[in-house]
């Protein structure tokens, strides 16, 4: 499978435990996004980076959430303390360094918080 | 207001009609997306204008730079064309997508 792989596709958790979900983007794509989606509405950008470097974050990223890329592979986005407002389903994807090509997605974590 | 402002919100044709969906956008841009999102959240990129018409099997989107305007159109549509078609856009001031809040199209056979 040559896509972008998240991992894992469904969490569920007790409210105040902490979650950790994995991207693997497209080996040769150097750009990766992460995104949160609530039932009926578009996607809410949380944060960007470009190889490993972390270009660009929302304002909910500076709490509880944290995302990485150490080595400018894979990368991980963290909940810490969730709240049931946290559920929601949390996309990641990734773009080639040519500036030609869109995005492609993974199939998304969908977290339910209770 | 939103940014960027799609039309219609809910489609609703018959199998072999021909379909357009609209996307309106207030800011600058480098690139305008049109992508396409079954249920249970699979989201696949359609296309990536940032000018002229683009076209792929019997979809076909074009983007008006001026009137800052794009249009997504199917052709013969199908039921397998049934899902949410989303506008989004790169804005010149950041790296983010500015989505529109998406158009459900549902093909009747």
């Known amino acids: 499978d040559t896509g972008v792989s998240q991992d894992p596709r469904h969490k569920i958790t007790k409210r105040g435990q902490n979650v950790t979900f994995r991207c693997d983007p497209i080996s040769e794509h150097n750009r990766l996004y992460w995104y949160r989606q609530t039932l009926g509405q578009g996607p809410e950008f949380l944060t960007y980076?470009?190889?490993?470097?972390?270009?660009?974050k929302s304002r909910l990223l500076s709490d509880r959430f944290s995302a990485e890329r150490p080595k400018g592979s894979f990368s991980t986005l963290e909940i810490q303390r969730t709240e049931q407002g946290d559920s929601a389903m949390y996309l990641c994807?990734?773009?080639?360094?040519?500036?030609?090509?869109?995005?492609?997605f993974g199939s998304g974590t969908r977290l339910t918080v209770v | 207001k939103n940014e960027v402002e799609q039309s219609p919100q809910n489609l609703t044709a018959q199998e072999g009609e021909f379909i357009t969906i609209n996307c309106s956008y207030s800011?600058?841009?480098?690139?305008l997306h049109w992508l396409q999102q079954h249920p249970g959240g699979g989201i696949v990129s359609l296309f990536m204008?940032?000018?002229?018409?683009k076209k792929h099997g019997r979809l076909i989107a074009t983007i008006n730079i001026q009137e800052k305007h794009s249009s997504l159109h199917i052709t013969a549509s199908h039921p397998r064309d049934s899902a949410v078609y989303i506008c989004?856009?790169?804005?010149?001031?950041?790296?983010?997508?500015?989505w529109g809040a998406g158009t459900k199209l549902i093909i009747k056979p």
């Open positions: 204008l940032s000018s002229g018409k």
């Open positions: 980076f470009q190889n490993e470097a972390q270009l660009e």
């Open positions: 989004a856009v790169r804005a010149y001031s950041n790296y983010q997508l500015i």
């Open positions: 994807a990734s773009r080639p360094r040519v500036a030609d090509y869109g995005y492609t």
């Open positions: 800011v600058g841009i480098s690139a």
